[in-house]
């Protein structure tokens, strides 16, 4: 039976490759000179560190632009909150999203539901599984899900015929 899977998975190397290469231009900008902008990645967690709140909008911009580059994007990115670390610095830590949340899995799923297409969704872990009798009703199905789920970076990976 025709089945595919609807993930929310970032390329982790890429990820990193655009972190190093904002490291790098951090280091060689004449604006960041002598301050305390720094970025750095453990896991899934992108650690901003800056003199202000303005200079981490700064080097969030560089992120961006580096991940826009390397066809990430930006919408994996969920920024938390700036804290203030001691004396005038401040920091931000902004997750990289992995998986797809139980509300948006419920959601996708009863969307398919709803719409009528001859097809049945599955919530496995943190994808969401579609089977159909037939490939035209998968693809409608495909369209939906980028349609009306526009806020998460959705792909669709191991459609089997």
């Known amino acids: ?11 982790l190397v890429e990820i990193r490759n655009a972190v190093d290469n904002t490291i790098k231009e951090i ?3 004449f604006d960041f000179k002598g301050t305390a902008a720094a970025i750095e990645l453990k896991d899934k967690d992108i650690t901003l560190t800056g003199d202000a709140e303005f200079q981490l909008g700064q080097v969030e911009d560089i992120l961006r632009n580096k991940l826009t580059k390397r066809n990430v994007d930006v919408r994996f990115l969920d ?3 700036v804290q203030k670390i001691g004396g005038d610095k401040v920091r931000q830590v902004i997750k990289v999203r992995n998986g797809i949340e139980t509300e948006v899995s419920k959601k996708i799923q ?4 709803d719409s009528k297409l001859k097809v049945q969704a599955a919530i496995q872990g943190d994808a969401v ?3 159909g009798a037939k490939r035209d009703d998968l693809q409608a199905a495909m369209a939906l899900i980028r349609k009306d789920i526009a806020d998460l970076p ?3 990976n191991n459609f089997r015929d």
């Open 79 to 81: 920024r938390g909150d």
């Open 110 to 113: 009863r969307l398919i539901k």
């Open 154 to 156: 959705l792909s669709f």
């Open 27 to 29: 280091g060689t900008r």
């Open 129 to 131: 599984r579609v089977t």
């Open 1 to 11: 039976m025709p089945s595919f899977d609807t993930v929310c998975e970032a390329n």
